[in-house]
């Protein structure tokens, strides 16, 4: 094994397995074992070669001291399982295995830990894991579990607003029901009725002579009334807008709730206003009221 | 149009509304500027100009005719829009006003009011 300076990318130590490298052509394993003298090898006294003279009047150099090599003491040849390298996943497999790992803390040890020498500490009762799943917290909540420390909290601006989606069930036959025991209460006078979808304008139900883009444009009016209450510095609009029609007619346009507007067109000829406003418009934005459901 | 002419008609409606009435203002047909009135504020008889020509035009894309009034609940009282040639008129009554007795009632006076003042 061997610690070197990887200089590949971000700086950083990494280890190797110097063992498995390739090693120089000529290089002789230090650790081989035809390397190392063995005790019984007698030290062995070499002389050295004298250099060849160009000048005879040149007396020789007198002869250098024999080197000695001194026979270090043998070193042990490493084992191989030493050198093999160890997988980390198995020594702790066979960790696990063995069984004999701390699974909580001892009594002692949360003495020990605790901030008091002489108070005996109490742990606190840990909650334990939500119940609901992640999806259920982060529908709930927003962010999961993320929203519950401040540190991660998003700051919101002064006028923001979450945004919740409504799913409403409107149930059509009811829709239905409700519209013909409104043309019943009206009667004769009952010239057009229908009723839209307040968030698109879109035509639900309809009884009498009415055109597809008559629910629409009702709708759009109501909005535009409904816009422009505020800056006439009027009050909120509430549930009736009566419409005065050329040809004796009155359009009660009603605005029953977040889901649902509807516009009932009657022949004032033929039909009492103060029945018709006390009976059965409120009796008909009661029952259009029962048919829209938010689940 | 006379000053005058326009206060009487004021003081004629609030008469004939009696406590119901909170505020009257009468604005030009033409031009949706306030002449007279009470309780209100510049900006409405402009903003109710504006609905009632939206209203007008939804009608008419409907396949009808819009009339010269239209009445709209709000939160505690009922609002009253007429609108003849040369005057226009809003009425804020108090929520106990019957809508039967506005139609009835206050509107054809109304009418009245509006087209004397403007004779």
Redesign the interface.
């Known amino acids: 094994m061997a610690l070197f300076r990887d200089r590949r990318a971000f700086p950083r130590w990494s280890f190797i397995d110097s063992s498995a490298l390739a090693r120089p052509r000529h290089a002789k394993d230090e650790n081989s074992p035809e390397s190392v003298p063995t005790p019984d090898e007698p030290m062995v006294e070499e002389a050295p070669e004298l250099e060849p003279t160009i000048e005879a009047a040149t007396p020789p150099e007198p002869a250098t001291a024999p080197l000695i090599h001194a026979v270090p003491d043998p070193e042990p040849v490493r084992a191989v399982a030493e050198v093999a390298p160890v997988s980390w996943i198995e020594e702790r497999r066979a960790w696990f295995a063995a069984g004999d790992w701390p699974t909580e803390a001892s009594k002692d040890a949360v003495q020990l830990a605790g901030t008091h020498p002489d108070r005996p500490y109490i742990p606190p009762v840990h909650a334990g894991l939500p119940a609901d799943g992640p999806a259920e917290v982060r529908a709930r909540h927003g962010r999961g579990f993320a929203s519950l420390t401040r540190r991660h909290r998003r700051k919101r601006h002064a006028h923001e607003q979450v945004q919740v989606q409504r799913r409403t069930d409107i149930d059509i036959a009811a829709l239905e029901a409700a519209l013909d025991s409104a043309a019943s209460t009206v009667g004769d006078g009952l010239v057009d009725v229908v009723v839209w979808h307040a968030t698109t304008g879109l035509a639900l139900a309809s009884r009498g002579q009415v055109?597809p883009?008559?629910a629409s444009?009702?709708h759009?009016?109501t909005r535009?009334?409904r816009a422009?209450?505020p800056?006439?510095?009027?009050?909120?609009?509430?549930?009736?807008?009566?419409?005065?029609?050329?040809?004796g007619?009155?359009?009660v346009l009603l605005h029953t709730n977040r889901d649902l507007g509807a516009c009932i067109?009657v022949d004032l000829d033929l039909v009492a206003?103060?029945a018709l406003?006390?009976t059965a418009v409120p009796q008909l934005n009661d029952a259009l009221a029962a048919t829209s459901r938010e689940y | 149009m006379a000053p005058a002419a326009l206060d009487s008609a004021v003081e004629a409606l609030r008469q004939r509304a009696g406590d119901s009435l909170v505020a009257i203002d009468i604005w030009e047909s033409a031009s949706a500027l306030s002449l007279a009135g009470f309780g209100m504020t510049p900006a409405t008889g402009p903003m109710l100009h504006r609905v009632t020509e939206d209203l007008r035009l939804a009608a008419r894309l409907a396949g009808s005719i819009l009339d010269d009034y239209h009445v709209f609940t709000v939160t505690g009282g009922v609002v009253v829009v007429v609108t003849r040639p040369h005057l226009s008129s809003a009425l804020l009554l108090t929520a106990d006003a019957q809508l039967g007795w506005v139609l009835s009632d206050v509107i054809p006076a109304v009418r009245a009011a509006l087209d004397d003042a403007s004779a």
Do not use: I, K, N, Q
């Open positions: 055109s883009e008559h444009l009702w759009g009016a535009e009334v422009a209450l800056h006439a510095d009027l009050p909120d609009a509430a549930s009736y807008h009566l419409v005065g029609l050329a040809d007619r009155l359009a067109t206003v103060e406003l006390t």
